[in-house]
Structures are given as C-alpha cells and as structure tokens.
Antibody
Framework: EVQLVESGGDLVQPGGSLRLSCAAS????????MNWVRQAPGKGLEWVSA????????SYADSVKGRFTISRDNSKNTLYLQMNSLRAEDTAVYYC??????????????WGQGTLVTVSS | DIQMTQSPSSLSASVGDRVTITCRAS??????LNWYQQKPGKAPKLLIY???SLQSGVPSRFSGSGSGTDFTLTISSLQPEDFATYYC?????????FGGGTKVEIK
C-alpha cells in the first residue's frame, strides 16, 4: 500500500525557517517525481514545488522561489522541503504528492495527510 | 502561467440531482486536465485524469469531458458522500495550476 507521511509542521515566526519531511513507503520511491502542494486555511490548492525521480531537476512556484528548496534522499525514501524566510502567507497545510502519468499527462494519485505550517508572531 | 477558472464557486443540490461543474483554462491545454474531490480535513482524491479517464475505484457516476480550454465534471446522480469541494488542475505546463474549487453543498 502506498503511504506518504508528512512531518515537521509547526508554529514559526515570520522570517524563520522550517524543514518538512515526507516519508514514502509501499512503492519504489526513486522511480517517481514528487511534489509539494499547499492549502491555506479555507482556501484552494496551490502547487509549490516538484522534484524529478533522481533529484536532478526541480521547479518552484514563483511565490516560493528563492526561499524554499525541495530535495529528496532516495536511500531513505524521504522527500524534504526546506522553507526559509517564512511569511504569514506561507501559513498552510502542506501535502506531499506522488506524480503519476506520463508525457505531461501528469496527475497526483497519492497524497499524504498533510502537515500544518503556521507563520505568526 | 495558465489560469484555471471554475464555475460555479459553490452550488446547492439534492441527492439524486445531476451536477455539472465547469473549468476553463486561460489557454489551450489539450486534455491535460485532472479533477479532484476534497472533503474537510482530508487530502484531495483523484477522480478524473486526462480530462475523461476515470481513476480506478471511482464510481461511474463521475465523468469528465472537454478539450482545449473548456472542461466539465459531471456527477450523474449525486450521492450523500459526494458533498465536497471539487478542483480542476492542469498539467500542460509548469507551474501546475488548480482551479479555485467548487463546493457542492446539500440543498
């Protein structure tokens, strides 16, 4: 059974840093690109970042570019999101999601339960 | 960036009703369009991928159609467990973008 379990969410002050983790199991982690998607309280879904299966290629939403860094450790089956210079508008539930599909027909079939990041003084 | 616009943003319907939700892309995205269902406090669940392909395990009352810029999610006969928020999402180009959501409520 595919499982994605996020951790690391917390209350942090503006300007602070946080690292989220997503532990994967039930599939060959190193064969799949992975993504982070967030959802601010009462709002819709926002794609945040993606990383290729090998980790050699990454992409970011403009809203987090230069502040967030996605990475992965395929030996530990774990995805990370390093979040620096946090702002109030980064407050959200952060989901990790496995990218399935091919040739741009991509979709998120597996999601974690989410971890809450609150940025407030 | 490709903007995804859903309508309506909310609707009220009764069990057994036929429900249609529309998603419009700001430019052509071929059929690179997915639909998700989200219930409060839960992660989104994939319903439809590639505009019209039903994800395994999803009831056949859900269907998707469209190509280019205009897409539709239809629930043929609304069931109590279908009351939720629905999102479209394009995978044609980065950044991947979601529609604003359509909340389906009980009438």
């Amino acid at each position: 059974e595919v499982q994605l379990v996020e951790s690391g969410g917390d209350l942090v002050q503006p300007g602070g840093s946080l690292r989220l983790s997503c532990a994967a199991s039930g599939f060959t982690f190193s064969s799949y690109a992975m993504n982070w998607v967030r959802q601010a309280p009462g709002k819709g879904l926002e794609w945040v970042s993606a990383i290729s299966d090998s980790g050699g290629s990454t992409s970011y939403a403009d809203s987090v570019k230069g502040r967030f860094t996605i990475s992965r450790d395929n030996s530990k089956n774990t995805l990370y999101l390093q979040m620096n210079s946090l702002r109030a508008e980064d407050t959200a539930v952060y989901y990790c999601a496995r990218r399935d599909g091919y040739n741009y027909r991509y979709y998120f079939n597996y999601w974690g339960q989410g971890t809450l990041v609150t940025v407030s003084s | 960036d490709i903007q995804m616009t859903q309508s309506p943003s909310s609707l009220s319907a009764s069990v057994g009703d036929r429900v249609t939700i529309t998603c419009r892309a700001s430019q052509s995205i071929s059929n690179y369009l997915n639909w998700y269902q989200q219930k409060p406090g839960k992660a989104p669940k994939l319903l439809i991928y590639g505009a019209s392909s039903l994800q395994s395990g999803v009831p056949s009352r859900f269907s998707g159609s469209g190509s280019g810029t205009d897409f539709t999610l239809t629930i043929s006969s609304l069931q109590p467990e279908d009351f939720a928020t629905y999102y479209c999402q394009q995978s044609y180009s980065n950044p991947l973008t979601f529609g604003g959501g359509t909340k389906v409520e009980i009438k």
